[in-house]
């Protein structure tokens, strides 16, 4: 009997499965890294530990990710996939969408390493040069035409208070999470975020009373 008889028609080539194992790797070097950043924050967090934590060597790290800046975008991008799929951003609407940010800025005060990561990135990618400038430009974009999409639909609905400009709001919205932790990071015994922002969220709801 051959070898291709014996491995059978469905066997994975070996290109494939070095392919496969590659991409589990990277895998588990980014869950690894979302757990570590969110703990002790990008500057408290070393590739060292991150490698230590799933059983390679640092050089085996930076074979997946260039630079721990290049594992550090990563992480925000698996962040933000992470945070749609909770808090099920891209299949609500309306005022759901309005409880669902609530619970994702209750869900941030949970891990503060992350958002002063964040934080810190967010700052520094204003420079045209940076290398997370590109990245920060098409998120901030998105947010806002999602979320103005989805404010408008409410509104249309009645749900969201008729005056309200809803590209505005979008923006004003994404405005509030930001300035809020920024600010909870400076002062977290004086800033209760999650209130505030709960609150900035309630006037931009239709009054059920009115008629």
């Known amino acids: 009997m051959s070898a291709a008889a014996t491995a059978g028609p469905l066997a994975e080539p070996?290109?494939?499965?070095?392919?496969?194992?590659?991409?589990?790797?990277?895998?588990?070097?980014?869950?690894?890294?979302?757990?570590?950043?969110a703990?002790?924050?990008?500057?408290?967090?070393?590739?060292?530990?991150?490698?230590?934590?799933?059983g390679l060597s640092q050089p085996g790290v930076l074979h997946h990710f260039r630079s721990k800046r290049g594992l550090l975008m990563a992480v925000l991008e698996r962040r933000d996939q992470i945070d749609r799929i909770r808090f099920g951003m891209d299949s609500v609407d309306g005022r759901d969408v309005l409880d669902h940010l609530a619970d994702l800025m209750t869900h941030n005060a949970t891990v503060p390493g992350m958002v002063q990561s964040f934080s810190v990135l967010t700052?520094?990618?204003?420079?045209?040069?940076?290398?997370?400038?590109?990245?920060?430009?098409?998120?901030?974009?998105?947010?806002?035409?999602?979320?103005?999409?989805?404010?408008?639909?409410?509104?249309?609905?009645?749900?969201?208070r008729p005056e309200?400009?809803?590209?505005?709001?979008?923006?004003?919205i994404i405005a509030m999470m930001?300035?809020?932790?920024?600010?909870?990071?400076?002062?977290?015994?004086?800033?209760?975020?999650?209130?505030?922002?709960?609150?900035?969220?309630?006037?931009l709801r239709a009054d059920p009373n009115e008629t």
């Open 39 to 54: 703990e002790q924050g990008y500057e408290g967090t070393s590739l060292a530990t991150v490698a230590q934590s799933v």
């Open 123 to 160: 700052g520094e990618s204003a420079a045209e040069n940076h290398t997370a400038h590109d990245h920060f430009t098409r998120r901030y974009a998105g947010l806002r035409s999602h979320f103005a999409k989805m404010l408008t639909g409410a509104q249309e609905r009645g749900e969201i």
């Open 14 to 37: 070996p290109a494939a499965r070095r392919r496969a194992e590659k991409n589990r790797t990277r895998e588990r070097i980014l869950d690894a890294a979302v757990v570590a950043f």
């Open 178 to 203: 930001d300035g809020l932790q920024l600010q909870w990071l400076h002062a977290p015994q004086e800033v209760d975020m999650v209130t505030v922002f709960r609150s900035f969220l309630d006037r």
């Open 164 to 172: 309200a400009d809803c590209a505005a709001a979008a923006t004003e």
